[in-house]
């Protein structure tokens, strides 16, 4: 009878904590921006047009923000990737291997991120990320303007 008391109690503790925790695990868990996405060409538009093969947009989670990669294969089959860690304070982080030095995130609502890319210290570039109600396709809308060429996209990717 001890063995079984000595069994059960851990068990009951252990239940009770999930019990108790489990409302703040789900409340932090679930961004629905978090996951693959590769870009669907067909339904994407890009001003001035680029020319390469695809694009996988990677996102995940940190501390209130975002580790992203963006791979990005040219028509040739070369493989190039932007990197940013930012998070949702409106403040600037770096990023690599882009025409921008630094990016920066506020979240607007839920389904809703605005990105900001500075060039010297100068905002040059808005991107507003809104993901679809049943959360399977995100659509990035950028429009910017460096060295006084204007450019601007409408990606939309779909959730791997």
């Given at each position: 009878m001890n063995s079984l008391r000595t069994l059960v109690f851990p068990l009951t503790v252990?239940?009770?904590?999930?019990?108790?925790?489990?409302?703040?695990?789900?409340?932090?868990?679930?961004?629905?921006?978090?996951?693959?996405?590769l870009l669907s060409r067909g339904k994407s538009d890009f001003n001035p047009p680029l020319a390469f093969f695809s694009r996988t947009l990677i996102i995940e989670g940190v501390d209130n923000g975002w580790k992203c990669?963006?791979?990005?294969?040219?028509?040739?089959?070369?493989?190039?990737?932007?990197t940013y860690t930012a998070r949702f304070d409106g403040k600037d982080s770096p990023i690599d291997v882009s025409?921008?030095?630094?990016?920066?995130?506020?979240r607007v609502d839920p389904k809703t991120v605005e990105r900001t890319g500075k060039v010297k210290n100068e905002v040059v570039e808005t991107a507003m990320m809104k993901l679809s109600a049943d959360g399977k396709v995100l659509t990035i809308t950028?429009?910017?303007?460096?060295?006084g060429e204007d450019y601007g996209s409408t990606e939309v990717f779909n959730r791997q």
């Open positions: 252990s239940t009770l904590w999930l019990m108790l925790s489990a409302p703040s695990l789900v409340a932090q868990s679930k961004d629905g921006f978090v996951g693959t996405w990669v963006i791979r990005t294969v040219s028509d040739r089959r070369q493989t190039f990737e932007s025409n921008l030095d630094t990016v920066a995130l506020r950028t429009k910017g303007s460096i060295n």
